[in-house]
Structures are given as C-alpha cells and as structure tokens.
C-alpha cells in the first residue's frame, strides 16, 4: 500500500512512525511534515501543494491507496469530501460531520439535542449580550471562541473582570479572527480531564486506550492553555466504570446522532472529558487523534493500525482488533520558550544524537526542520519525547532522562507530566518492565 499522511507535528510523526511499521505498507508520502517525520523509514516529505484540489491530484498520481488525515483544519475544509469525490479513501469525517470540533456551538447543540452530558452553555454573536449574561451567571466561567483556534480558544476565567475581558478578546480584538464571530458562554466543571478516542466506521465503535493531556502551558496546571504540553496512557482516572459511561452515554450517541443527522461520522471520535466521582462530562470534541495524545497511545500500540483506519473507511470494524502493549508510556512536549505566545525559531536542537540509542524512548518530532543536515526549531512545540515504562513513574523518569539530555536557548517543558496518574496510583504495582 501507498499511504499519505497529512500534517507536520508530533501527532503526524507518530502516525508516520506507526504506520511505516505495517507489513501492508510499502511506501508513505508526508505533507508538509517535519524534520523527524522526512527521516522515517519508507517515508518521503512532499511540501504542501497549495490546496485540497492539488493535494488529491498529487494522490491519485501516485497512485496513493489511503490517505490518513491528522489536523483538524483540512478536515474542517473538507478534505475527505474531496478526496472521495476523486475516488479517493481518505480516513477522517466528511466536512458536515467535521463541524463537531470545527464549531464549538454546533457541537454543543449536538449535544443538547442527543442528550449528551457537558457544561451549561449559552450561544452569543453580540458581545453585549453574551456580558450580560456573564454578569448574570457570574464566575468562574468559562468563554469560547466558536470556531477553530489551535486549542487556545478556550479561556477559563476565574473572575468577572476575566471573563469580560474575553468576550472583548475574542469578539471585539478578534483574538482568534473569525472564530471569534460568535462565543459559548459555558458553566465552569471541576473534576479531573481525561481524553477518550474512539475509532469508527460510521456504525461500529472501537475504543482506544485511555489517556490524559496537559494543556496550560506551566506545572501545576497554570497559565495559558497551549495545544498539550504532554500525555500520557493509560488514564487511571478511566476506571472500567468511567468507560462503560462513556462509551454509552457519549460515544455510542455521537455515532447515532451523527447517522440520525445524515452525515454518519468516520474516522477518531476524540471526546475532552471532565470526571468527578466517576460521572464523565464532555468539555469538547475533537474529529482526530489527539497531539499529544497520539504519541503515547501509538507508542503502546501494539497491533497494526492500518486495518483499523482501512475498516473505518470501508466498514467493518467490529472484525478488527488493536492491541497494546502493558506498559505505560509518557510524552513530555518539549516547546520553544514564550510559547503560545510569540517565539524565535531556527535554533540547533543538540543532543538528539545522545537520546537515538536510548532503550524504550522514541523522540517525535513536531515543529522541527532540517537545515544543513542539522535539526532546529521550526515551531512553538518542537518535540514530544516519549518513553515506555513497567509503571508510569518508570516511564515518567525514562522520558524525563531523555528530556535532559536535548537542549536549545529558551527551551520550555513542564516538570510534572504523569503526576496526576502518580497520585492516583501511588501503592500499586505495575505492570512488567520496558
Ligand atoms: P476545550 O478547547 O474546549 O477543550 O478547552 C480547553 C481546556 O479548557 C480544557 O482542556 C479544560 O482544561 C478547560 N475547560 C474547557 N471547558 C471547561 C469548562 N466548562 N469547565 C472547566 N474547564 C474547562
Ligand atoms: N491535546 C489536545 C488536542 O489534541 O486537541
């Protein structure tokens, strides 16, 4: 098989990585994807060809059999609609379906109308309105930006004053652009997050294993939301009782929902959940893997994931099973400094060389490049060190290892990714060594 992987981050170069493993595929086409994904086995980087139109015609030349999309931008636009009207097998949700991450009013809506548990909310396209409703309600609360904004559009406010400074961020500053013409006022959830994939075919559901992303951008949970500063898998918090609500009360009714509207959803349901005392809340949902969720669920997974992505396009995925290793596996994201705001790119990342050998750590790539056969900053998250450990904590300190080892002026990495599943697992043993 001929497989073209869309996007050039960490997520992209694990599904690369993964993918280039499978004895059913002889060649991968990347686009743009970066200085880690350009170095992969059976894999050659193509620059972005301009457009979806150009994108499929360079697919069908080539003869390419499965496209898997990454980001959630072309799948907003409509990538698989386009691919498919050329006869071509993209894996990800047509652009209607794609409307359950690209606009967080839709989805809520969504969620209204199948009865899917999430947060209070309220839809505004005036900034008067939708303050007067903050003043109402009160904080903390939460503000949204409707349409796409890389993870950042989501801002938790603490008090009054924040949360109407956002509504003027959002609308009036236009922060986002034109994701910001219309706002979800949210009620502000307490519990712990987790992430919950689920692949499907438009009709079967397969779960994924369970993981946990960081968002804000420094330990302890503070500062600005970024797109993850790390994950790891599995998620002690996705107790087998979390599970079964979730695949009942949220996945299997995106699955009918979506059919029910007339634009049945294939490819990664990936819901953003908030659990307190085991009743799980959906915070949002996204139409692809999660970055860097990605890095370590594909790290422990042990099975091929190519039939899995086929039989999400074709049909047919309750005749496939994934299996993964029972080891635990962290991704420590290592960003340029000042990110998710303004950063300096093109430094030299030394010490890539020191970590290659390490037993049980694979080194993903995100905003990477290649420049006089050296690697350097290209991005705000740059790499996503991840490693597989007997435990979690062995995995903690196997990436964190490695994490030391790798350095450029002004890098940023959070020192406590794992910590959470640390705490909730402290006194239990784990699973066999790396
Ligand atoms: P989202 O992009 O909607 O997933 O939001 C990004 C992050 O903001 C989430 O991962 C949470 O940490 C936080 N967040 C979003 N919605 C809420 C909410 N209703 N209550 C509390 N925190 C939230
Ligand atoms: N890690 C969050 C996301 O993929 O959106």
Redesign the pocket.
């Known amino acids: 098989m001929k497989v073209l992987v869309v996007g050039g981050g960490g997520r992209e170069h694990a599904l690369v990585w993964k993918i280039a493993q499978s004895p059913l595929v002889k060649e991968i086409y990347a686009t743009p994807g970066n200085g880690g994904i350009c170095r992969e086995a059976k894999t050659q980087c193509i620059p972005w060809p301009g457009s979806l139109e150009a994108l499929a015609d360079f697919a069908s030349e080539k003869g390419v059999d499965l496209t898997v999309v990454g980001p959630e931008d072309p799948l907003a636009q409509g990538i698989v609609d386009v691919f498919q009207a050329k006869g071509l097998k993209a894996f990800g949700p047509c652009k209607e379906a794609a409307q359950l991450e690209g606009s967080k009013a839709f989805s809520k809506d969504f969620m209204k109308r199948y009865g899917i548990p999430t947060a209070e909310y309220k839809v505004f396209s005036d900034p008067h309105a939708a303050k007067e409703y903050i003043k109402a309600q009160g904080a903390p609360i939460v503000v949204k930006a409707d349409g796409l904004a890389a993870?950042k559009g989501a801002l938790v406010c603490r008090t009054l004053e924040e949360a109407l400074a956002a509504v003027d961020r959002i609308m009036v500053e236009r922060a986002f652009g034109d994701a910001g013409d219309r706002v979800v006022v949210e009620e502000f959830l307490t519990g712990e997050e987790a992430?919950f994939l689920a692949i499907t075919d438009g009709e079967h559901l397969y779960p994924l294993a369970g993981s946990q992303?960081h968002k804000p951008v420094y330990d302890n949970d503070e500062g600005p939301n970024t797109?993850?500063m790390g994950a790891y898998s599995p998620a002690p918090v996705i107790t087998p009782a979390v599970h079964q609500k979730v695949m009942e009360r949220i996945m299997r009714p995106v699955v009918e929902g979506m059919k029910d509207m007339g634009h049945p959803f294939k490819g990664v349901i990936y819901a953003g959940l908030m659990i307190k005392e085991e009743e799980p809340k959906v915070l949002e949902f996204?139409v692809r893997f999660?970055?860097?969720?990605a890095q370590p669920i594909l790290m422990r997974m042990e099975s091929d994931l190519v039939p899995a992505l086929v039989a999400s396009i074709e049909g047919g995925l309750d005749q496939v099973e994934i299996t993964y290793k029972r080891q635990a596996a962290v991704c420590v994201v290592m960003a340029s400094g000042g990110y998710p705001g303004k950063y300096e790119k093109g430094f030299v990342i030394e010490g890539l060389d020191q970590v290659e050998n390490m037993e049980c750590v694979k080194v993903f790539h995100a905003g990477t490049a290649e420049k006089d056969g050296k690697i350097v900053t290209n991005g705000g998250r740059v790499l996503g060190v991840t490693a597989l450990g007997g435990t979690i904590k062995e995995a903690i300190n196997q990436a964190y290892e490695a994490v030391e080892r790798i350095y450029w002026p002004g890098v940023h990495y959070r020192k406590d990714i794992g910590a959470k599943a640390l705490k909730r697992l402290e006194g239990r043993g784990g699973p066999g060594a790396c």
Do not use: L, V, Y
């Open positions: 993870g992430s992303d797109g993850g996204n999660g970055d860097p969720e």
